[in-house]
């Protein structure tokens, strides 16, 4: 018995080993894309400061500092601090979107180009290859109907929004499973989501993720 509860110890450690190199090299490589930067100038600085965000952050936890301390004192404050931090990522990825919200390529690109001219030869040819991305264009059809808009910028926003009540049911989930873990998990989402770049990518790498929290 002792030599399985070591072994299913064991194998957890080596999956969450590979799992955290794996999502950090996913990271790293969406930050750096060229779909992402698109050359543009606004683009690149927005993911510059991400990335110094990101080396600040991790300095942080490894040094003893003020901004250790202060944040410190902010996790134990309860759920004021909570909702002030909840508050100021939205901020952020409200100005993230808005200052970027760029046209991406490939899949997503043909979703926007079937929005704004269906008849296109190019866009048939890709749907009758790829039907599997009918559903999500007919839904992102309906919601810019409604809106009255083929605007990138809007279902961008639709985008934020789903991720982040993706990250909202994280939370119920947790508290219905361990109370005194929803902080914790509240805080380490806050993290994540601050260097989150896929809200400005309307796929359904995005829009599923309530169905998979």
Do not use: C, E
């Not at 809007?154 to 909202?168: K, Q, R």
């Not at 005194?180 to 770049?197: N, T």
């Amino acid at each position: 018995m002792n030599f399985f509860n070591y072994l299913f110890k064991s194998s957890r450690s080596i999956i969450n080993i590979l799992f955290t190199i794996f999502i950090s090299l996913t990271f790293y490589f969406t930050l750096t894309s060229s779909n992402l930067l698109l050359n543009s100038q606004t683009t690149t600085w927005v993911t510059m400061v991400m990335l110094l965000g990101l080396v600040g952050i991790i300095i942080i936890m490894i040094t003893d500092n003020f901004v250790k301390r202060f944040a410190r004192s902010v996790y134990q404050s309860g759920w004021l601090g909570m909702l002030v931090l909840g508050i100021l990522l939205l901020i952020w990825q409200i100005f993230f979107i808005v200052a970027t919200h760029p046209a991406i390529g490939f899949d997503v690109n043909m979703l926007h180009q079937a929005w704004i001219n269906p008849n296109q030869a190019k866009v048939r040819g890709y749907f009758s290859q790829n039907y599997n991305n009918l559903p999500i264009l007919l839904l992102q059809n309906w919601i810019l109907t409604k809106f009255h808009s083929t605007s990138w910028l809007v279902i961008d926003s639709v985008t934020l929004f789903l991720v982040n009540l993706s990250a909202l049911i994280n939370i119920v989930t947790m508290y219905l499973v361990s109370k005194d873990k929803v902080r914790l998990l509240w805080y380490l989402q806050i993290i994540f989501l601050a260097f989150f770049p896929m809200i400005i990518i309307p796929y359904t790498d995005t829009w599923v993720l309530r169905l998979f929290p």
